[in-house]
């Protein structure tokens, strides 16, 4: 999957994509220093993606990568 951060609460993530994306897949977000966060997507909308983050998501922003 390939998309940007659009939302970000505590350590869940939304973001946006154009490709296809299935619930329970694993995924990264990567941070402005170049560190890739572990995450997994728990719920499909759409072009919306929520992700559960399993590390800190301090340093994450509005339009990173994942």
Request: charged share 25%; proline share 0%.
């Amino acid at each position: 999957m390939t998309g940007r951060i659009v939302s970000i609460f505590g350590n869940m993530v939304i973001a946006e994509t154009d490709e296809t994306v299935f619930q329970n897949s694993i995924g990264h977000c990567r941070r402005g220093d170049g560190a890739e966060l572990l995450s997994e997507v728990i719920r499909v909308r759409g072009k919306l993606v929520d992700l559960q983050v399993f590390e800190e998501t301090r340093g994450l922003k509005v339009g990173d990568a994942v």
